[in-house]
């Protein structure tokens, strides 16, 4: 493990002199404060320049999926979450949900205007939940059977069956202008939100400006100009005093920026592994092996998931900016606490193998059960150093158990056509608990990048479809509970354990020490846009 740390470190040092280089020739000098940061009394104080966010491959339309891990920024959301992830009105004053759990009835706020003045009406929440179904995107509305305007300003959503989490797709959907929406709206977004767009050079940066018609308090910050650099480049960015606020990775979380403060910002956005489910059992229809008949014995899961050490790895791999995973959704409000395992646990790891038969017969170091050997491969994008850390550290600490983990780095196309049949480093994280049912739901097997290893357990699914129809978020959350784990049995590391969860990232920005971010939330999965959920609230100290 420490040969791969070098090896780490020294890619990151290498990027971080070049991005040093590349910045000491690309940027106009910024007047920079005795302190290294931009300076403020120098620049306009309703400006603020970003290096925060990735490039969305389907532009700034909510139909795609823009705006679902964070504020749409353009757009206005039906609902939103507050800082302790409380639901609360945004465009609508109120809703209700029938007694069968069918019918949504949503109200909205009659001033409501877009940035080209026309005004918003339940006609373009009915046009955006329609567009969105038809559109076959991210965002799954096929339970919607019908959007209806009972009036102007009110909207009643039929559902093809009771869905607790439905409330969820009301948050993160921004709404759309039905006069406006045409195929180059990703380009240039029409909305009813805090900004409009003002210029976008892709691959570059983009520039927004407060929306003067905004329904909501003006923001401080009149004009906002985002710079897509990777962060190693934001890093020496926000060291050359050319940005307020830079996403930095967890390499660089110990090193001083004068001027600005380190923000570490607790996240569920984990990494973890998964285990095909399956024992190799042919194809899926377009082609890809199913099944890996070593991560198929439940010894081989159970014990990985008591014998890794989280700790050290986030110590290792994250630069101790992070907290050990166990499920999905810790600490969220439909988390089971008793999900939590005794981390490495050798000994109780050794008896599990012990137990279901595998024995080091040849004495190569290396398990064996029916002349199977306890080897196979992990596989992580090979261009995410994190996830690399991770799968080898990993696999050298699984190592003296007798098992054999092959880390093995491969593009996201080759991991597309793996993923069914070797064990994977995946990421995840949401404010929506429906990421279970689409991880661990039987029905979503070796549906896109959902139930890739085939998981299947039917007191598993009877618990997650209960929760779905749960008529209140109390009663949903015992069931999603119960799904993880019921004493019994479950989806968690403590019963079936399809996956090996390891991480909760800690995300890490360089903010200057006179801005005021407000208060955030837990951040879902992204390194980037959730921390602007907020951004209509930031201002100067």
Sequence with gaps: MQGGKRFIFSLVFISFIFALFFFSGCFEQVPATENGGADTDEAPKDELILAVGYEPDEGWDPVAGWGRYGSPLFQSTLLKRDSNLRIENDLATSYEVSEDALTWTVTIRDDAVFSDGEKLTAGDVVFTFQKTKESGSVVDLNLLTEVKALDDYTIEFTLERPHSAFSAILVSTGIVPEHAYDSNYAENPVGSGPFKLLQWDKGQQLIVE??????????????????????????????????????????????????????????????????PFVKASGETEDGKPI???????????????IAVDRQALVSGALNGFGTPAYTVCDHMPWWNPETV?????????????????????????????????????????????????????????????????????????????????????????????????????????????????????AAVDEYMELALSATSEEEANSYWKKAQWDGETGFSGKADAPWAWLVNLGHLYLVDENLDIGKQKVQPHGHGWPFTDNIAEWKWR
């Design 291 to 305: 099944g890996n008949d070593v991560t198929a014995d439940l010894a081989i899961r159970q014990a990985i998931n």
């Design 341 to 457: 395992l005794n981390d490495a646990d050798f000994e109780s790891a050794a008896a599990i193998l012990a137990e279901a038969g595998w024995e080091d017969t040849d004495g190569d170091g290396i398990l064996e059960k029916n002349g199977l050997k306890a080897s196979f491969s992990l596989i992580y994008p090979a261009s995410d150093m994190t996830r690399q850390a991770l799968a080898l550290g990993v696999a050298e600490m699984i190592r003296p158990l007798g098992i054999d983990i092959k880390a093995e780095g491969k593009s996201w196309d080759d991991i597309q056509e793996l993923m069914h049949s070797n064990a994977v480093l995946f990421g995840w994280g949401s404010y929506d608990p429906i990421e279970m049912f689409n991880l661990y739901h039987s029905s979503m097997a070796g549906f896109s990048w959902y139930n890739t290893g085939f998981y299947s357990n």
């Design 210 to 275: 407060a929306n003067p018609l905004y329904y909501g308090e003006q923001p401080f910050f009149k004009r906002i100009t985002f710079l897509f650099l990777e962060e190693d480049a934001a890093f020496a960015a926000a060291r050359a005093g050319e940005v307020q606020i830079a996403a930095i990775p967890h390499a660089f979380g110990d090193q001083q920026v004068s001027g600005m403060s380190l923000v570490n910002l607790e996240s569920i956005d984990n990494r973890g592994i998964m285990f």
